[in-house]
């Protein structure tokens, strides 16, 4: 799908620990050194669903195909990486490239593992992250106004209308804020898109904490979160250590270290469906004999764009979708019973398809 999250933190905070567990692999290296992780690590993982294993039995399905999502381990930022230190530029690059962003901030205490700024101080931590993406921001469309206001010279519409929305931009920006784009027109809203400020990308904070404070968190997390509430965003626990003991282990054993430790599920399920959400996206399913699979869509996505995800003749030759929620399906636990029951509907090209949908589509070759 191209939906990708990247991990972003300050080195040392536990971004590669983290995304070795996501991806159950070692492809990132975890040192105690800054700049261990240079490229960035990429790796695909499951959504966790658990609609699909209902959908399963009830289709008794051969298959379950869960949706996916990308996970980008990106190395650590540190105070002046919009000047180019510590290889900065070139990691804020690759957040860039990423749809939304998960920051890892250290939440836990460890004489052992080296903090680059010398003390745990999350909020300290955050706003050097957030101050260098906002200097990148600034630093790029004031490249950016340089490059149009020759072609604005030459009457050039677009140039000048570009140049203005840049100034709106920095005007903010300059003071430390963030641009709302709600109010932009839908022609600004492409030339804000085509910006890519960093500043704009969805996050979420992840408090790495230790073992102990997984469940409950402790004073650093709870600080983080406060700050979270104040920025509209949202903020998980996860111990970045138990997730790594969690990957490793077969499902019962997974389930029985999750219970000892007063948790209701793994900390990783909780961020990957925090990515999910931050990227504003939801899930419809095709389910049968064959295989039940889940399909993911950015919300508001309309019924024939969303068939276009399984194929492009689907769009194409779209005539209408045969569809029922998952919490109406349920209750009959029989797709054919709530058929007969009045409960699937046909839906035409203005439909917008919603999270949970079984849909069946219906198209001219």
Known sequence: MGFRCGIIGLPNVGKSTLFNALTRTSLAQSENYPFCTIEPNIGEVDVPDERLNKLSDINQSIQILPARLTFVDI???????????????????????????????????????????????????????????????????????????????????????????????????????????????????????????????????????????????????????????????????????????????????????????????????????????????VTYFTSGPKETRAWTIKKLTLAPESAGKIHTDFEKGFIRAETINYSELIEFNSYQKAKDAGKVRLEGKEYEVQDGDIMNFRFNN
């Not at 690059?93 to 680059?116: G, L, P, Q, Y």
């Not at 706003?127 to 050039?156: C, H, P, Q, V, Y």
């Not at 932009?184 to 073992?211: G, H, P, Q, W």
């Open 75 to 281: 190395a650590g930022l540190v105070k002046g990486a919009s000047q180019g230190e510590g290889l900065g530029n070139q990691f804020l690059s690759n957040i860039r490239e990423v749809d939304a962003v998960a920051h890892v901030v250290r939440c836990f205490e460890d004489e052992n593992i080296t903090h680059v700024n010398g003390q745990i101080n999350p909020i300290e931590d955050i706003e050097i992250i957030e101050t260098e993406l906002l200097l990148s921001d600034i630093d790029n469309l004031e490249k950016r106004s340089n490059s149009l206001e020759k072609k604005a010279k030459g009457n050039d519409k677009e140039s000048k209308e570009k140049l203005l929305l840049i100034n709106e931009i920095l005007n903010e920006l300059n003071k430390g804020s963030l641009f709302d784009e709600s109010s932009l027109s839908e022609e600004n809203k492409k030339y804000f898109a085509e910006f890519s400020l960093l500043t704009n990308k969805r996050m979420i904070y992840v408090c790495n904490v230790d073992e102990e404070s997984a469940s409950s968190g402790n004073k650093y997390s709870k600080i983080v979160e406060e700050y979270a509430l104040s920025k509209n965003t949202k903020a998980i626990k996860i111990s970045a250590n138990i997730e790594s003991q969690i990957s490793q282990l077969d499902d019962n054993e997974r389930n029985e270290y999750i219970d000892s430790l007063g948790l209701k599920e793994p900390g990783l399920n909780i961020l990957i469906s925090e990515g999910y959400s931050a990227l504003d996206l």
